[in-house]
């Protein structure tokens, strides 16, 4: 007998018809969902016996709570203990990482009409950047980005500093911003405050790293500094995402086996390695010795014949471990945990044996482009922030803000950086001279892709050539005996008054 579905069963009125009455709103969703079920069956989706293990952790938490100060804490110890302390290749990629990006540091070029004023004020900041030592700092903020997921960069006064200004950049670790208790609101996220629209203004560093010794008291101690004297320096991957998450977080169990596969390997190999040999019998027609004691072990000379029980044998035990392939599975382990980094295998191994010239160029291309994106973020979280902290130290002191290089608020600059290496030069070279030779490339951006001065360049290149002119040495870009550059006739007595004015 089957049941009538109480809630679709029809209803009759006075005169035998039937009145229509509109489904409830849980009927609805049942059978909407049903149709989507029909119309779009994702496997993904679909929850069985097979995949429920495996997806249940999946969840829909939001950036904010998936990030919550207990998971990120306990991430960055992780991360820490990996790339900071025990994995050799998780600390050469890191190192490796920010030295690509950051190298010997970017230049400043400011662009102005007044080309006096404008490398006045370039030298300027540069030698306080080489006098606080802001390439360095840079590359330690990438490395803390990496393995922490974030770092805080906050505006200081430093007497020891030996520049006319004294400000300098002091990085703290994303231990310092927390409160302990995992509070988070709408306003406030572990130490950060935020407006209604969602941006901060103001953030609550501990006076210690809490996991300092002498940390006490002080861990109930908080400074308020506000959001324009702070840089945080992190990468978002959702959207509402306030706080970092290390790089690595996907490779941390990668690591684990990783060392766990190559710490079993070498005890194998070095357990039957200990052994010399061993002594069995294969019939049961030997009688056993009572005075050798089974699992005893025999000292013998090196370089030595022995003499065995009759009917005994001599033989070595072998390694079960698979040695020979565990190159190509730890290569395999490599090659997937420096996707974290967009790194390529040859980067992130430091080995580059099976590459040729063509693979090893393709790869780096890639990488390159990575290094060019986390170089351009670099500029504008971090070194613009950093460069408006120096202007507003630089404004009241004399001389530092040379006359003439116009309103400050409206000065249009940009960051150098060093070029990528190429890995065969001299294709490089010829490349670049086909395309000036057509056209397709001036001196000027030559000059700038490769983070030099255009005009300092041109400069240098003129007392380079009355220099050699008065010592009669062949000029750049000529060979020998072909002739001086037209225009250039110079006499060497000419040459030596220009280069003693």
């Known amino acids: 007998m089957v049941q009538a579905n109480k809630s679709l069963s029809p209803i009759l ?6 009145i229509r009455r509109e489904p409830s709103a849980a009927v609805i969703a049942r059978q909407r969902g049903r149709i989507q079920e029909l119309r779009a069956k994702y496997d993904a989706a679909v929850t069985n016996f097979d995949n429920m293990k495996h997806w249940a952790n999946a969840d829909n938490l939001s950036a904010s709570a998936a990030a919550n100060p207990v998971v990120r804490r306990r991430l960055r110890s992780r991360a820490r203990y990996e790339c900071r302390e025990n994995n050799s290749f998780a ?7 920010a030295n690509d990006v950051v190298g010997r540091g970017p230049n400043l070029q400011i662009h102005s009409p007044n080309q006096t004023a404008a490398k006045q004020l370039e030298r300027n900041f540069r030698r306080w950047m080489k006098r606080t030592g802001l390439a360095a700092t840079l590359r330690t903020a990438v490395t803390s980005e990496v393995s922490d997921g974030e770092i805080f960069a906050v505006s200081a006064n430093n007497p020891n500093v030996r520049n006319a200004v004294q400000l300098d950049v002091r990085l703290l670790e994303a231990d310092y911003c927390s409160d302990f208790g995992g509070y988070q609101t709408a306003t406030f996220d572990d130490g950060i405050e935020y407006d209604s629209a969602g941006y901060p203004i103001a953030y609550n560093f501990l006076e210690d790293h809490p996991g300092d010794n002498f940390a006490g008291a002080s861990l109930l101690k908080t400074q308020r500094i506000r959001a324009d004297q702070v840089i945080h320096y992190y990468r978002q991957d959702r959207p509402g995402q306030r706080r970092g998450i290390s790089w690595v977080a996907p490779a941390l169990p990668l690591f684990a086996l ?22 069995y019998a294969d019939g049961n027609q030997v009688i056993p010795d009572d005075e050798v004691d089974p699992m005893d072990s025999i000292e013998f000379e090196m370089r030595s014949m022995l003499t065995l029980p009759i009917g005994w044998k001599l033989g070595q035990l072998k390694a079960e471990q698979p040695t020979t392939t565990y190159q190509m599975f730890r290569d395999a382990l490599l090659c997937e945990i420096s996707r974290c980094l967009n790194m390529p295998f040859n980067k992130a191994s430091g080995n580059s044996s099976g590459y040729n010239f063509a693979s090893g160029r393709l790869d780096h291309q890639t990488y390159f482009e990575f290094v060019d994106i986390e170089r351009s973020n670099l500029e504008t979280q971090f070194l613009d922030r950093v460069f408006l902290w120096w202007i507003n130290e630089a404004v009241f002191i004399p001389g530092e803000i040379p006359a003439g290089i116009g309103p400050i608020d409206q000065l249009e600059y940009t960051w150098r950086w060093p070029k990528h290496q190429h890995i065969d030069p001299q294709k490089q070279s010829a490349a670049d001279i086909s395309l000036w030779n057509a056209g397709l490339l001036t001196d000027e951006e030559y000059q700038l892709e490769n983070g030099r001065d255009p005009e300092e360049h041109y400069a240098s290149l003129g007392r380079q050539y009355k220099r050699r002119a008065t010592i009669g040495a062949p000029l750049p870009g000529f060979q ?10 110079t006499t ?5 008054t220009d280069d003693d004015e």
């Open 91 to 97: 600390k050469g990629m890191i190192d490796t990482l």
């Open 13 to 18: 009125g006075a005169d035998g018809n039937q």
């Open 480 to 489: 020998q005996g072909a002739g001086s550059q037209p225009g250039n006739e």
């Open 492 to 496: 060497k007595e000419e040459a030596a």
């Open 258 to 279: 990783l060392r766990r596969y190559t710490l079993a390997v070498t005890m194998a190999a070095e357990t039957v390695a200990n052994f010399a040999g061993v002594m």
